[in-house]
């Protein structure tokens, strides 16, 4: 996230931790430039529209922590990363609850250009209140019409991307001065419950078109959703059992939606890694951020996810499911997703604290890699979304210690696949599969 505390609350305020550098351009640039030396597919930018206030009734607790609060636009830094790397791809977290998707997509496809196809779209309903009240409503739609909202958003999106500027419309005659060719430009006609839009894309078609398709929400109507649109999805659990069944699931309903390539869609699992040279080394580090670990910060993100005021309960109250209107897989991974295991809310708050909803994994670059093997033999998974806990001292690690090992097991690149976001994932050409939803817009 474009901001100083994403998933890791606390940790800021050490001397060498680089946070608190977000608002320069050399906090990402560096970051890129090292993502892209360790082969990483994507950087994953988060972003949310409205502040966490359901903990404790309101915002103080997220100010005081910079518990995902203040936070910039993710869509700027972009440019930034892309100029000075030529593999790394974005997947970025947008919202379709707020915006228009006639002004959005056009922002997607000046990032498409402007990336040289390297951009991937993490489509988000938002759970927040905070961001309904501040776009002027009484409160954010109710959770499963969101998901009603986005799919015709999608629709609307797949027309103006896929559908309005035919391949050829752009011919750029010099010699009889046209650029573009109207008979090959369609408005779109768009009339449905939420959205009208008549007219045509303002841009040119980008070499991928549509970005690369994520989603990250693991509800049932997430996951029908996801089975829909997706071609990456994000899931997060705290154990290995619950990511089986949702990676389970959302081929089915990937299947169920009438897509032949079900078991095409890549499925990455949220997780933190801590690694260092010596088990020392990892047992330090880890001291180290424990002893940083803001809980106040973690419970005010908890709260926000899951809907519910987490101030209300005792640190030895046990978490329990109910439906809010707020996120709901992220109360079902500490409750009834694993009847087998009970969470108190200190429980949840510590885990929470230390990079978010997946599980943590530290030690040695031999015992990480054991782990990260274990959980892709048992879960179906196809990789993961590795967050950080120490800016950016998680990811130095992380491709000076753990990159050559796996290397070493030939279990990860050396190099990149030539090509856009979607080649370089699915080595299928820079546009939407033919199965997808989206293709029947083609013209
Ligand atoms: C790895 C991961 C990253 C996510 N990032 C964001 C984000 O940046 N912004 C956001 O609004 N929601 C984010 N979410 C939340 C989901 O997309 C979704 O909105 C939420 O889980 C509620 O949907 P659900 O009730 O279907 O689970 C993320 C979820 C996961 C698993």
């Not at 609307?156 to 896929?162: F, I, P, S």
């Not at 709260?303 to 101030?311: E, K, M, R, V």
């Not at 500490?334 to 604290?353: G, H, I, K, L, N």
């Amino acid at each position: 996230m474009n901001c100083v505390a994403h998933l890791a609350p606390g940790q800021w305020t050490a001397d060498d931790d680089r946070a608190t550098g977000y608002l320069e351009p050399e906090y990402w640039t560096d970051l890129a430039r090292l993502l892209e030396r360790g082969r990483f597919d994507a950087v994953f930018l988060g972003d949310v529209l409205g502040v966490y206030d359901v903990y404790d009734g309101g915002p103080d607790a997220a100010l005081r922590q910079a518990a995902q609060i203040p936070m910039n636009d993710p869509l700027a830094v972009i440019p930034l990363m892309s100029q000075v790397t030529e593999h790394l791809c974005f997947g970025v977290t947008c919202s379709l609850s707020y915006e228009h998707p006639y002004t959005f997509s056009r922002r997607m496809t000046t990032l498409d250009h402007l990336t040289r196809g390297r951009i991937g779209w993490n489509i988000v309903t938002s759970y927040l209140d905070s961001a309904a009240r501040n776009i002027g409503l009484d409160r954010q739609l109710s959770h499963d019409q969101r998901y009603d909202l986005a799919d015709e958003y999608m629709d609307v999106c797949y027309k103006l991307w896929e559908g309005s500027w035919e391949d050829g419309a752009v011919v750029k005659d010099r010699v009889n001065g046209i650029y573009a060719d109207p008979s090959k430009v369609h408005p779109i006609g768009h009339e449905g419950h939420y959205f009208k839009v008549p007219g045509f894309h303002m841009c040119e078609p980008s070499v991928q078109r549509t970005p690369v398709l994520f989603q990250a929400g693991s509800s049932g109507r997430g996951k029908q959703f996801a089975g829909t649109h997706a071609e990456c999805v994000f899931v997060a659990a705290p154990t290995r059992k619950i990511i089986a069944r949702n990676v389970a699931d959302i081929r089915a309903q990937a299947s169920a939606s009438g897509r032949d390539n079900a078991a095409q869609i890549k499925i990455f699992a949220m997780l933190t890694v801590v690694v260092g040279r010596t088990e020392d080394d990892v047992r330090h580090k880890i001291e180290q951020y424990r002893s940083r670990a803001s809980h106040e910060g973690a419970a005010a993100l908890l709260s926000g996810w899951t809907g519910i005021d987490l101030a209300a309960y005792a640190p030895d109250d046990t978490l329990t499911y109910v439906d809010t209107d707020a996120g709901r897989s992220a109360l079902a991974s500490f409750s009834s997703a694993d009847p087998d295991r009970v969470w108190t809310v200190q429980e949840a708050v510590e885990y929470v604290s230390l990079g978010g909803r997946g599980p943590l994994i530290a030690g040695t670059p031999a015992q990480v890699a054991d782990e990260l093997e274990a959980w892709m033999d048992e879960t179906g998974l196809d990789g993961f979304n590795l967050t950080y806990i120490a800016a950016h001292r998680t990811f130095e690690d992380i491709v000076e210690l753990l990159v050559p090992e796996l290397q070493r097991r030939g279990l990860y690149r050396d190099e990149y696949e030539p090509g856009t976001y979607r080649d370089k994932l699915f080595a299928a050409g820079p546009r939407l599969p033919s199965d997808h939803p989206g293709s029947r817009y083609v013209r």
